[in-house]
T-cell receptor, first 112, second 117 residues
Framework: GDSVTQMEGPVTLSEEAFLTINCTYTATGYPSLFWYVQYPGEGLQLLLKATKADDKGSNKGFEATYRKETTSFHLEKGSVQVSDSAVYFC???????????FGTGTRLLVSP | GAVVSQHPSRVICKSGTSVKIECRSL??????MFWYRQFPKQSLMLMAT?????????EQGVEKDKFLINHASLTLSTLTVTSAHPEDSSFYIC?????????????FGPGTRLLVL
């Protein structure tokens, strides 16, 4: 079945450091890919998405490119802030199946 | 992006009582909503898919008689935890599916933290 694999956390960075959170997927067909962010005590917020190969999703300085050849959707940000500290979930949705398949989440901790 | 609300945000109840959680899509119609459960420091576990006007589809291992789902309108789904017990304490999150043409996105509510004493 479809699955998403994320790097284990926590990822600990200093403010203004470069961020990469790896995400790879296994899926039949051509899924849409998502990054969601969860701040402490809150639900999930859609951060960005890409619906086809080579699409780049971007939002709030974060970006991820849908790489079909490597089945990856790595999340990047050039300069993180303390306020970016949260848990980040990579997810996929296969067309017609409706269900989101989540990775296990990666906790990001940014220190001043 | 689209907004999904949940109510209540936090509830404490006694063992044996029932608790109802509401999920509303505020600025779009959602024929499909989803209910998830999240344990501390873990990913989301899909409990059921709620379809407007029809019965919910439950994931394997989820008791449909314990977790009653009603999707009475295009903007409201409810989850009722019946005869709650301490092991039902968890963070419950709903999401609503927005469909624009062929593109679909799920928007999540802020979650409801349930504590059963």
């Amino acid at each position: 079945g479809d699955s998403v694999t994320q790097m284990e956390g926590p990822v600990t960075l200093s403010e203004e450091a470069f961020l990469t959170i790896n995400c790879t997927y296994t899926a039949t067909g051509y899924p849409s890919l998502f990054w969601y962010v969860q701040y402490p005590g809150e639900g999930l917020q859609l951060l960005l998405k890409a619906t086809k190969a080579d699409d780049k999703g971007s939002n709030k300085g974060f970006e991820a490119t849908y790489r079909k050849e490597t089945t990856s959707f790595h999340l990047e940000k050039g300069s993180v802030q303390v306020s970016d500290s949260a848990v980040y979930f990579c997810a996929l949705m296969n067309t017609g199946f409706q269900k989101l398949v989540f990775g296990t989440g990666t906790r990001l901790l940014v220190s001043p | 992006g689209a907004v999904v609300s949940q109510h209540p945000s936090r509830v404490i109840c006694k063992s044996g009582t029932s608790v109802k959680i509401e999920c509303r899509s505020l600025d779009f119609q959602a024929t499909t909503m989803f209910w998830y459960r999240q344990f501390p420091k873990q990913s989301l576990m899909l409990m059921a898919t709620s379809n407007e006007g029809s019965k919910a589809t439950y994931e394997q291992g989820v008791e449909k008689d314990k977790f009653l789902i009603n999707h009475a309108s295009l903007t409201l789904s409810t989850l009722t935890v019946t005869s709650a017990h301490p092991e039902d304490s968890s963070f419950y999150i709903c999401s609503a599916r927005e469909l624009r043409g062929t593109q679909e996105t799920q928007y999540f509510g802020p979650g409801t933290r349930l504590l059963v004493l």
